[in-house]
């Protein structure tokens, strides 16, 4: 470190990067006032400071919460990346209390996922750590590793892929696959399920699906009548058609659902999908995370909507 950033550093409120830091991850100040139990005054006040000493505005207003500069994207990671390994050097000795240590919980987490997951999370969080936050948001792929990096999510549930070297995973589950009809349909054999349209369920404009490549490994191909974004919507189509929808059974529709659809395994041999959680791996070993994945995995365990095979103890891994 030369003179020049020693000084810099010398004239900077080292709290500033703290409150920084969660107002990145909320996008609001009235909410990062909330989370430092300071006032919104006091949250505006630090941000002056560090932008006068940064030369950059850092957030600019947009709606009803704020966004960040690019000069503040680029702060974000190596800011909350400084401030866990502070953190976890202050507490080593002092053993991992969920109610002293989990102060806010943020999951990124599929849609469908969600009822399987949240209520049991919040429920147990309640108990163990009373006045913590939790935040569920819609998983954002593209997104992924800039959110782990800056702490806007702490970790979250996907389908296994090609993770960055710098993102950490493990297994959850894997779940089979079963396939959705409308309610008219009474079977779903091999010969059924090739001679009917399928529905696809994708963010992505073009490519195979999930279910695509386990067919193709069988040397199996569908005829996709229609490609959609949300499993909502596909819900909706097969009810109203003859066409039918591959999906992990967890996903499914639970009984009592409207549109009525019926569900049945599927009449294909073909291998499952794995569910992991993905965490930066900054914070490999750090025991809030550890926690979170037990957790995950107990809620998941008690939850109706929960059919896959359970993880018995995958080791944390990177992606293949």
């Known amino acids: 470190m030369n003179d020049a ?22 996008r609001s100040l009235a909410r990062a006032a909330g989370v430092l139990s ?6 505006s006040h630090a941000l002056a400071r560090l932008r006068r000493k940064l030369g950059d505005p850092l957030f600019f207003r947009q709606g009803r919460g704020v966004e960040p500069t690019p000069r503040a994207i680029q702060l974000a990671s190596p800011v909350r990346q400084a401030l866990e390994t502070l953190e976890r050097a202050v507490v080593r000795d002092l053993g991992f209390d969920p109610a002293r240590d989990l102060k ?6 599929p849609d469908e996922l969600e009822p399987a997951v949240i209520p049991e999370l919040y429920e147990r969080l309640s108990r163990v750590a009373p006045g913590s936050r939790l935040v569920a948001s819609r998983l954002d792929r593209a997104r992924l590793r800039a959110d782990l990096a800056s702490g806007r999510i702490d970790a979250a549930l996907d389908v296994a892929h090609i993770a960055p070297e ?3 995973h493990a297994r959850l589950f894997t779940d089979s696959y079963c396939v959705v009809t409308g309610p008219e349909h009474r079977q779903m054999d091999r010969d059924t399920y090739f001679s009917l349209g399928h529905v ?4 992505r404009r073009t490519g195979p ?3 695509d490549f386990g067919l193709v490994m069988e040397g199996l191909e569908r005829r996709v ?11 909706r189509i097969v009810a109203n058609s003859d066409l039918v929808l591959t999906i992990p059974r967890s996903f499914a529709p639970r009984s009592g659902n409207r549109p009525p659809l019926s569900v049945f395994d599927l009449p294909v041999a073909i291998a499952g999908v794995e569910v992991h959680l993905f965490w930066h791996a900054s914070r490999d070993g750090d025991p809030a995370i550890l926690w979170l994945r037990e957790e995950i995995r107990r809620s998941l365990a008690r939850s109706e909507f929960r059919q896959g095979e359970e993880d018995r103890g995958d080791p944390q891994g990177k992606a293949p």
């Open 5 to 26: 950033h020693a000084r810099l550093l010398d004239q900077l409120d080292l709290n500033l990067f703290r409150v920084f830091d969660v107002v990145y991850r909320e």
């Open 38 to 43: 300071l006032t919104q005054s006091a949250i």
């Open 104 to 109: 806010r919980v943020a999951v990124g987490i």
């Open 166 to 168: 710098d993102v950490s």
């Open 200 to 203: 696809a369920v994708s963010s």
């Open 209 to 211: 699906v999930l279910e």
């Open 225 to 235: 009548a229609v490609r959609c974004q949300r499993y909502a919507t596909a819900f």
